[in-house]
């Protein structure tokens, strides 16, 4: 039996494995792609933060030095453990050990 009889065979079977194969192609890639833009937000907060005069950094200065948005930058800021936020001002960052 050839591979395309099979998989015509087993049309459903065959369709759920490569769906589930692509959703997972797609979550590698952005897990990937975040991993990525957070080592090099925290490589920017992290220089700033070892003269000791700029311990927080602004989204808009982050994202200026990373070409990432705002918005990313906010997002993946905020799940990474080792940034903190500023108390009472939503876009301002540093590193905390």
Request: hydrophobic fraction near 35%; proline fraction near 2%.
């Amino acid at each position: 039996m050839t591979l395309i009889n099979l998989i015509t065979e087993n049309l459903l079977p065959s369709a759920f494995v490569g769906g589930c194969a692509v959703v997972f192609i797609l979550w590698a890639i952005k897990t990937d792609k975040d991993r990525r833009d957070t080592n090099r937000i925290y490589e920017v907060l992290r220089r700033f933060a070892q003269d000791g005069r700029h311990m927080f950094r602004s989204s808009g200065r982050i994202s200026g030095i990373t070409n990432l948005s705002q918005s990313r930058i906010s997002d993946l800021c905020s799940k990474h453990p080792n940034i903190e936020r500023k108390e009472h001002e939503r876009h301002m960052w540093r590193v905390v050990n």
